[in-house]
């Protein structure tokens, strides 16, 4: 999707009012760092600081991004000890969380977390932040993912009422008020929500500027597609989602790849965890609106209830 890297002319740091920081956690990303370092490089607005944290890479990775480092003042690398296997969920965050240790949230009014195996256009962060100072409210904004089927490029099937979790851009100010990332599988769909319950609006939109390549597709950065969708499932209990939402999700994807496979997989790991009795996010009055939301959406559909359920709760709004 990106060209070459190249010393980008047209690049302009931003100003004061619209600086933005990328922290990126990583871990055996040497297959595909390049292209992120290099999209990153060719972005027409660059971050005023890229922290890279390294989570105890084995392969080349460590290599690779202090190579870009050493050239680019503005990238930072963090390293972390290997712990023995590639965690994710609270792992990721984890290591988001030692790089935003090192900055001063004071500093950015934008922040946003990047992973380290995505092809992004040259102007995804400047449509971003247009969208962050066209709508006050807007919390958390990302464009749509794609990948690599076949050697064809199909949609990764996000709904708009969230940000992607691979990329997300958010407001300081309202990633401080929902109290951050928590540090469990489901992270990425439990801030969206609590950003909602607060008045925020949060959104992604698929249009050419802000389309990406996922190079690798969501649910495969751990052992293979089952175990990915198999945690899916598991998430989304976690999270508090009910059975007909869920069943809803997964015939919505029957025939997205992998076809039937991954949907089944899905509802697997949310039966599963249903029977053991797994535990659940421990916030009630959070599960009771993430469940009204979903039968409104269920009711009414997804476009229709988010819209009803951001005027709701527009009257508890505050921006700082």
């Not at 407001?171 to 489901?186: D, E, K, L």
């Not at 989304?236 to 009910?242: A, S």
């Not at 988010?306 to 505050?318: D, I, L, M, P, S």
């Amino acid at each position: 999707m990106t060209e070459a890297p190249q010393q980008n002319s047209t690049a302009r740091p931003l100003t004061a009012a619209g600086r933005y920081c990328l922290i990126t956690p990583c871990r055996d990303e040497a297959q595909y760092a390049r292209r992120t370092l290099d999209s990153i490089i060719n972005q027409t607005v660059l971050p005023a600081l890229w922290v890279i944290v390294d989570d105890g890479s084995t392969d080349q990775t460590p290599q690779i991004v202090e190579e870009y480092a050493a050239k680019y003042p503005w990238i930072r690398v963090v390293r972390r000890a290997d712990r023995g296997a590639r965690k994710v969920g609270g792992g990721v965050v984890d290591a988001f969380y030692a790089g935003y240790a090192t900055i001063n949230p004071d500093d950015f009014e934008y922040v946003c977390k990047l992973d380290l195996d995505l092809d992004i256009p040259p102007k995804y962060f400047y449509r971003m932040i247009q969208r962050m100072e066209a709508s006050p409210r807007l919390a958390t904004c990302s464009g749509k993912p794609y990948m690599q089927f076949h050697g064809r490029l199909i949609s990764e099937k996000c709904g708009d009422e969230n940000s992607v979790g691979m990329i997300k851009f958010y407001r300081v100010s309202a990633f401080r008020q929902i109290g951050g990332f928590v540090p469990m599988v489901m992270w990425d769909g439990i801030d969206c929500h609590r950003c909602r319950m607060l008045g925020w609006q949060v959104g992604s939109w698929d249009e050419p500027e802000t389309r990406f390549v996922h190079l690798r597709p969501m649910g495969t950065s751990h052992k293979n597609w089952w175990t990915g969708r198999v945690r899916h499932g598991v998430g989304q209990h976690f999270m508090g989602t009910g059975f007909l939402y869920m069943f809803a999700s997964c015939v919505f994807r029957l025939f997205h790849p992998p076809m039937i496979l991954g949907s089944i997989a899905m509802m697997w790991g949310w039966l599963r965890s249903r029977v053991q009795r797994a535990p659940r996010y421990d916030d009630l009055e959070f599960r009771a609106s993430l469940r009204r939301y979903q039968r409104s959406c269920l009711l009414i559909g997804k476009r229709a209830a988010t819209a009803a359920t951001e005027r709701r709760h527009a009257a508890v709004w505050k921006p700082d």
